[in-house]
């Protein structure tokens, strides 16, 4: 990445007077500052300044962007930085992210001005990615240190990092080494300047030796203080998802709008019906539109009594519940072809209260549509006129009325709002179907529907369908139609091999989402050595990367193999090896998701408008929002309002959504409350006095990396 660094020599007092802003040193008869709830991010398009904007964004942190590389970008001087309101300074960003510790040419005014904010208001700023040397409070890496490579190095949290900035974290953070010929981080491990005032809070040993250099600390100087990173990483990279709340934390000392936690939901679809099986000869599988009409013998995969205690048992194990998405045809069907007995269905019936149950459909139709299944690809049906032939309202409400009446009748948990489609039919599916079957909206209406689920791999984005709205699914990919470990690898292998290997060619077909395997994978270990480590990753970077959304399995991977297990082990005891027990994944219900979703949209776009006006004045924190705009934000534990606890408490701090009643919004802060210290300590005030500035909105951030998705993310 290219970088310019430069060393600016500072007369302070001098300086502030000069560029305009106040003198640290202040009186006691001064007003207290007011720090607005925003941070700069000062980009050079790199991929850590993206991070942490990418970071900011997701949790609804207000951010101001200047794009170093835009020629009619805003100059950063006194005026930019700070100004008064009602006679009361305002300091206009509670924190400042630099590409690194000075990317600005040699005498540059917008560093000085930067310092002598910095200085004056005592705003943190965070070097995004630069290397170690005195100027950052280190020993140049370069003869008493490392420079290089460090994927796969094993790291730790210090004592100080425990305690201060990353206390959420258990103790270690493994960086990523996802090829041996791909190099993934590069970093500079080095040791702190003798007499510096530098903590560090992550490190790792330097080659060679027993010492431990640093790769993120802090560094006190100059009335300032920085936090140092030393290694360069992206958005995506785990190393950085677990450091990117320790960041925010540390840039606003914990105070700050947005939040953000680590959500991790399985929905296990078709309960109760049985999936058709992927023939290893046919490559395709009898009973679906994937074969050939009449080709080969379905041989359904459905679970049994001894499936369900297992999955009870690992529940309890894990502190987690499964959402099963059931069809109670299956259950119809089986009783009528078994004298009238399903073990199944009478076990998950009387253990009813151990999981959330979702509306699936009675039988699973595809509710687009009408498909025509005489051709492989299937097409859609067509009426005289050429018009597409679509399944009928009615139809769709019997599945969804029958299916919802039988649940009732069994006595299932069931909150009747939500609904999952057969193959989240009704809505758009490309090629063949380009918009949703029109009949779709009239029919949720019809039947009460307010969450609809869809497939993220083809409909990320949450809409309104009619009544409901939408929540995005993430496919895991351990295929519907395998119970056995076998047949997994073996279609893996049919989809993501060359035709030279015997493959489908659908990856030499569609470069640009799948990326073929170099040889086919062995089908005894393939499953274990391959897909579970890449399934485990994937999955595991969603729920780091504060995304509600859930994931969902089928009832096939439950069951003779039980492949699912090896893959969720993996997301969860890796997740409790990496976080403390107050940082705990959050397992929420369907509906529950969508309302997370839908305010986290309502918010952003108050943001994004400018309606949001957020700043701290002592031990008080006023928020000013759109009436009916539901306010999101992380405090000290201990924060109140209106007499009241404010939030929940997770990784350390409490944060929570709350409607605001009365405007403006006033949080009170525990005295002990982290605060922005001026070079005299902690400032205090009693009041708050001025009325709330509308702030520049927040700058959409251009991606500056290319999501490196592998290849069976998503299908």
Wanted: hydrophobic share 35%; with cysteine; net charge negative.
């Amino acid at each position: 990445m290219k970088r310019t660094i430069r060393t600016t020599a500072l007369v302070v007092g001098t300086l502030m007077a000069t560029i305009g802003l106040p003198v640290a040193t202040a009186q006691a008869d001064d007003p207290v500052p007011r720090v607005d709830l925003r941070v700069l991010v000062v980009s050079d398009g790199g991929p850590s300044t993206d991070a942490i904007a990418a970071e900011l964004e997701d949790a609804g942190t207000p951010y101001t962007e200047v794009d170093l590389n835009d020629s009619g970008r805003a100059a950063i001087d006194a005026g930019f930085l700070a100004d008064t309101v009602d006679g009361r300074p305002r300091a206009k960003y509670q924190a400042v992210v630099l590409p690194n510790d000075n990317p600005f040419p040699t005498g540059s005014a917008e560093m000085a001005a930067l310092v002598a904010y910095e200085q004056a208001y005592s705003i943190p700023q965070v070097d995004a990615y630069t290397y170690a040397r005195p100027q950052v409070g280190l020993n140049a890496a370069v003869g008493t240190g490392y420079a290089g490579s460090v994927d796969g190095v094993p790291t730790e949290v210090t004592q100080a990092g425990k305690a201060g900035p990353f206390r959420y974290l258990e103790g270690t953070v493994p960086f990523e080494d996802n090829s041996p010929t791909v190099g993934e981080s590069y970093a500079y491990l080095s040791t702190p300047v003798t007499g510096a005032d530098f903590t560090p809070y992550i490190q790792a040993t330097i080659p060679g030796s027993t010492t431990k250099g640093s790769l993120v600390g802090e560094y006190r100087h100059d009335g300032r203080r920085e936090l140092v990173v030393t290694f360069v990483y992206n958005r995506y990279q785990q190393q950085y998802r677990l450091l990117a709340r320790g960041i925010v934390e540390w840039m606003t000392g914990g105070v700050h709008l947005g939040a953000d936690r680590n959500y991790f939901a399985v929905h296990v679809d078709d309960v109760f019906a049985a999936d058709d099986r992927w023939d290893t000869v046919l490559n395709c599988t009898p009973g679906d539109v994937d074969c050939q009409p009449g080709a080969g013998t379905p041989d359904p995969v459905r679970m049994v009594p001894a499936d369900v205690d297992h999955a009870i048992g690992w529940q309890n194990s894990h502190d987690f519940t499964f959402d099963l998405a059931y069809n109670a045809s299956g259950s119809a069907d089986h009783r009528e072809d078994n004298g009238g007995q399903d073990l199944l269905a009478d076990k998950l019936i009387a253990d009813r209260g151990r999981f959330r149950w979702i509306n699936h459909t009675y039988t699973h139709a595809f509710l687009g549509c009408v498909q025509d299944i005489s051709v492989v690809p299937w097409k859609c049906a067509t009426n005289t006129d050429g018009s597409t032939r679509w399944v009928s309202r009615n139809e769709i409400v019997d599945e969804i009325a029958t299916n919802q009446a039988w649940g009732v009748a069994a006595g299932l948990p069931l909150i009747q709002g939500e609904l999952v489609t057969g193959e989240h039919s009704g809505l758009k599916v490309t090629p063949q179907q380009p918009v949703d079957n029109p009949n779709l909206a009239l029919a949720l209406a019809d039947t009460g529907i307010q969450w609809l689920g869809s497939d993220n791999s083809r409909d990320p984005v949450q809409r309104q369908v009619g009544p409901a709205t939408t929540i995005s699914r993430y496919p895991m990919n351990i295929f519907y139609n395998a119970g056995r470990a076998t047949e997994q690898v073996d279609e893996y292998n049919w989809l993501y091999t060359s035709r030279a290997q015997g493959g489908s060619g659908i990856c030499e077909d569609n470069p640009a989402t799948t990326t073929c395997l170099a040889a086919p994978l062995d089908v005894a270990t393939g499953y274990t050595d391959y897909i579970v480590p890449l399934e485990t990753r994937i999955a595991l970077g969603h729920v780091l990367s504060n995304d509600p959304r859930p994931h969902f399995i089928h009832q096939a991977n439950l069951s003779e193999d039980r492949i699912a297990y090896p893959v969720l082990d993996g997301v969860l005891d890796g997740y409790d090896d990496l976080f403390t027990a107050d940082t705990p994944v959050v397992n929420l219900r369907m509906k529950d998701i969508g309302t997370e979703m839908q305010r986290r949209t309502a918010w952003r776009a108050a943001v994004d408008a400018g309606q949001v006006t957020a700043y701290r004045i002592d031990d008080s924190v006023t928020v000013q929002a759109p009436e009916g705009v539901a306010i999101t934000a992380t405090m000290p534990a201990g924060t109140r309002h209106g007499g009241s606890a404010f939030g929940s408490s997770y990784a350390g701090r409490v944060s929570g959504w709350t409607t605001a009643g009365v405007l403006p919004y006033t949080l009170d802060l525990p005295t002990s409350a982290d605060a922005p210290a001026t070079t005299d300590g902690p400032y205090r005030t009693p009041a708050v006095t001025g009325a709330p500035t509308a702030t520049a909105p927040r700058t959409k951030v251009p991606s500056g990396v290319v999501a490196q998705v592998p290849h069976s993310a998503e299908r």
